[in-house]
Nanobody, 122 residues
Framework: QVQLVESGGGLVQAGGSLRLSCAASGRTFINYNIGWFRQAPGKEREFVAGIAWSGGTYADSVKGRFTISRDNAKTTVYLQMTNLKPEDTAVYYC?????????????????WGQGTQVTVYS
């Protein structure tokens, strides 16, 4: 079993940066893919970024602006967000799923955090 807790959200001006953290507990953290999703009011939850062992997979809307990374020793995954835009405003969630190719659909992930709010103003 894996438990996930997000942190690092807040209120930022357009063009600014934030780093989100996803802290995991459980001795099998290294065996999971980790994905970041977001959900804005009135919209469906959408994939943002995901990582298996290394590298990263990104939604077209955030490519070149967001970077996902993981520190297995700290059992933590990060989402570095730069050049933020008002349309990035949402609750951001991290999720854990089976290790392998990154999957971009929310239903494929088994464990979820409670989310952290990101608000970007212009």
């Amino acid at each position: 079993q894996v438990q996930l807790v997000e942190s690092g959200g807040g209120l930022v001006q357009a063009g600014g940066s934030l780093r989100l953290s996803c802290a995991a507990s459980g001795r099998t953290f290294i065996n999971y893919n980790i994905g970041w999703f977001r959900q804005a009011p009135g919209k469906e939850r959408e994939f943002v970024a995901g990582i298996a062992w290394s590298g990263g997979t990104y939604a077209d809307s955030v490519k070149g602006r967001f970077t996902i990374s993981r520190d297995n020793a700290k059992t933590t995954v990060y989402l570095q967000m730069t050049n933020l835009k008002p349309e990035d405003t949402a609750v951001y969630y991290c999720a854990a799923g089976s290790l392998g190719v990154v999957i971009t659909t929310a239903y494929a992930y088994d464990y979820w955090g409670q989310g952290t709010q990101v608000t970007v103003y212009s």
